[in-house]
């Protein structure tokens, strides 16, 4: 089989996918999403469009054009029998988070509640109903980037309004209280690979690893197993990085399904060779 990484040639997730390769023998090039095209009259014969299997590591930034562009392209290679992993249509239920949480409230799992909307009045509301203690974040964003909790009042007029004049969509949710920690569950097929338990740095709310937190394995129990199971499958990812946080009730939230899920952090802590695994899976499924 030859894979195709969909990425830059620089970072350390596609570098892990290139050795796992060459440890297994098997063949791997990279390449970039702003470098490709596609012809509908005759075979392009692009490196990308003679693999068996695409791994899709990165989106770069892109006009809306650019990015539909690219998804149509996946979506091309996926009706010519290639497979593109994570299949393009749970990237696109996975990016956008108001899809995902719909589809993994519609699939049973318990979620935060969350609210949506497109103006600074109508967010005001929500702020004031969620008990001015909110977390807002951006409607396509990862690692934790761009989220920001508000407690004050004149801060979330400020945020809502700065969002409604820019075009963008106000995604917000009332913040969970938590023990200081959340899990990451680690989906492959149908198969749970591992745990990772991350602690927000002291004095801090936010655990990503991304914005400082710290890893360490987690054992799961059957239930969580269950749950990361059910929430990959809810946005159809055949790859993912499942998000947990357990609220002061004592239950288990899923906060979000990632289709392209890192593992720098979670390799290490888990002794799991991810890469590998993922290129074993794509050979054999």
């Not at 791994?55 to 029998?81: C, K, N, W, Y």
């Not at 990812?237 to 890192?262: C, H, M, Q, T």
Request: charged fraction near 25%.
């Amino acid at each position: 089989m030859i894979f195709n990484i969909m990425g830059g040639k620089e970072g350390w997730h596609v570098k892990d996918l290139l050795r796992a390769a060459q440890s297994l023998g098997v063949k791997a090039h990279v390449t970039d999403f702003r470098l490709i095209s596609h012809s509908l009259a005759q075979p392009s014969k692009q490196a990308f469009e003679e693999a068996d299997c695409t791994i899709i590591r990165t989106m770069p930034p892109g006009s809306l054009e650019q990015v539909v562009f690219r998804m149509d392209v996946l979506h091309a290679l996926q009706r010519q029998g290639k497979k593109v992993l994570n299949p393009p249509r749970a990237l696109e239920s996975a990016v956008d988070k108001f899809l995902a949480s719909e589809l993994l409230q519609t699939h049973g799992l318990d979620i935060p509640h969350t609210f949506c909307c497109q103006d600074s009045d109508t967010a005001m509301e929500a702020f004031e109903r969620f008990g001015k203690d909110i977390v807002v974040k951006p409607l396509f964003g990862a690692e934790g980037r761009g989220i920001l909790r508000i407690e004050d009042e004149q801060l979330a007029w400020r945020v809502f309004r700065a969002i409604e004049k820019i075009g963008g969509v106000i995604y917000l949710q009332p913040y969970i209280k938590h023990p200081g920690w959340d899990l990451r569950i680690f989906i492959l097929g149908k198969k749970v690979l591992g745990g990772m338990k991350r602690t927000a740095p002291q004095g801090a709310w936010m655990t990503n690893v991304a914005q400082g937190g710290k890893g360490e394995s987690y054992k799961l129990n059957s239930n969580l197993e269950e749950i990361g199971i059910k929430a990959s499958n809810a946005v159809g990812a055949e790859i993912a990085g499942v998000d947990l946080i357990l609220d002061e009730n004592g239950k288990w939230l899923v906060l979000e399904v990632n289709a392209v899920p890192g593992w720098k952090a979670f390799a290490p802590v888990t002794e799991i060779d991810i890469a590998r695994e993922i290129l074993i899976y794509a050979n054999h499924s």
